[in-house]
């Protein structure tokens, strides 16, 4: 159970606290609700390039990480398709120098030629090295447009290709920022050794004078349900042929969304798992073998990948993988299966509240899915899943017509 207290400042931005006097630490975690999926298509890339563009320096502080090394404390982010997450650990003594920082970079970043230059480089250096120079790196760049074709899911966190990010201009990237990191934009959740009332006071002083910026109506355009198969067949320098299958599923907050995880987890969680067991161990047509699903905040994807044993036909593969689909369609799965994913699902929340950086992390994104006391309440869902539930979710999810499939060969030309 994790506790917390929460209010909203007059310029919108919602504060969340957990206090616990168990730890000489603090967190301040700040979600800002944007990510790449706020982009648009032939400017993307922009949210995670800020990722890397708010440590470059703020209006009053030139430089973000020497205060907070000289109080203690550690920083860092992430961007996703649907949000972007900053966060600092500290001493809680110091909490207020977190306070400060984060303060002046959502007031207004610096948004120098120099910083915007530097990080660019950084960016496209990061694009070259994780997804164009590295075995398997593109892949999402090619499934993401090959299962959406008009969602702004259709291309990565990281951008539709190397060029948008080369030609992004200091306009756009200030029009991005104003758009997007204002207070009414902003989930912030402090946690540690601090006192609610001690909160509320140093986040008036911070960030109260802040401007609530102008409401972001999203209004992205849907993607329609998919009525034909579709294939690409992707050659490159790798060691194995590689085979993804994507297919839609209900979005993060449908009531649906346990079904499909624990579905997943039913197929490959653990060496028991069907995958596993009939694909890898028995028949041995797969060196490695998993489904997963991409927790989106709109329909999101549920992908079936592997690599194949060495001689093993593409076509038998794929074939393989279609009997383990359609046989979760018929047999119901048992109850010691449906028993061992329900565990691995608790005790995975479970150790997500021992540590207190996943606590704010965690009390943010589900204040963010509509209330942060469903973080409490989420293990219920699970528990209540039956079998009946996880079969009907493969029924409606494993059709052939509704498949997105990337075949990964090994170009036997490449040196």
């Known amino acids: 159970m994790v506790d917390f207290d929460r209010f909203t400042l007059a310029n919108g931005l919602r504060v969340l606290v957990h206090e616990d006097d168990t730890t000489p630490m603090a967190v301040l975690n700040i979600l800002y609700d944007v990510g790449a999926r706020d982009e648009e298509a032939g400017k993307t890339g922009f949210a995670h390039l800020f990722e890397h563009l708010m440590f470059g320096g703020s209006v009053n502080i030139p430089s973000y990480d020497e205060p907070l090394q000289r109080v203690g404390g550690e920083n860092n982010a992430f961007t996703s398709n649907d949000i972007t997450n900053y966060y600092i650990t500290l001493p809680a003594v110091n909490l207020e120098t977190a306070f400060w920082l984060e303060s002046d970079r959502m007031l207004s970043l610096a948004f120098s030629e120099k910083s915007l230059e530097t990080q660019r480089n950084v960016v496209c250096e990061e694009f070259k090295q994780r997804y164009l120079n590295q075995p398997y790196g593109d892949v999402w760049l090619k499934l993401r447009p090959l299962a959406y074709q008009h969602h702004p899911y259709r291309w990565a966190t990281i951008g539709q290709?190397?060029?948008?990010?080369?030609?992004?201009?200091?306009?756009d990237v200030k029009a991005f920022f104003i758009k997007h990191y204002n207070p009414q934009n902003a989930i912030m959740v402090v946690g540690g050794n601090v006192k609610t009332s001690d909160i509320k006071a140093m986040a008036k002083k911070w960030f109260g004078s802040i401007p609530a910026g102008e409401a972001y109506e999203r209004n992205l355009p849907q993607e329609p349900a998919q009525t034909e198969a579709r294939q690409l067949t992707v050659k490159a320098n790798v060691p194995l042929n590689a085979i993804y299958m994507a297919f839609k599923m209900p979005d993060r907050r449908s009531e649906a969304y346990q079904?499909?995880?624990?579905?997943?987890?039913?197929?490959?969680?653990?060496?028991?798992?069907?995958?596993?067991?009939?694909?890898?161990?028995?028949q041995q047509l797969f060196s490695d073998i998993h489904a997963y699903i991409t927790s989106s905040m709109d329909d999101g994807l549920f992908v079936v990948e592997g690599k194949l044993v060495e001689g093993v036909t593409m076509e038998a593969a794929e074939a393989a993988i279609w009997k383990e689909l359609e046989r979760i369609k018929q047999e119901p799965v048992t109850v010691d299966e449906l028993t061992k994913v329900k565990n691995k699902s608790e005790s995975i929340m479970v150790f997500a509240e021992m540590s207190l950086l996943d606590k704010a992390m965690n009390l943010a994104y589900y204040e963010l899915l509509g209330d942060a006391a469903l973080l409490n309440t989420e293990i219920d869902r699970y528990l209540s899943v039956t079998a009946a539930q996880i079969q009907e979710a493969a029924h409606q999810t494993f059709v052939k017509e509704q498949c997105s499939t990337l075949y990964y060969l090994i170009d036997k030309d490449a040196k």
């Open 161 to 171: 290709d190397l060029q948008q990010i080369e030609d992004a201009k200091m306009e």
């Open 259 to 282: 079904r499909f995880d624990l579905l997943s987890d039913v197929l490959s969680q653990g060496q028991s798992s069907r995958l596993y067991n009939t694909l890898l161990k028995e």
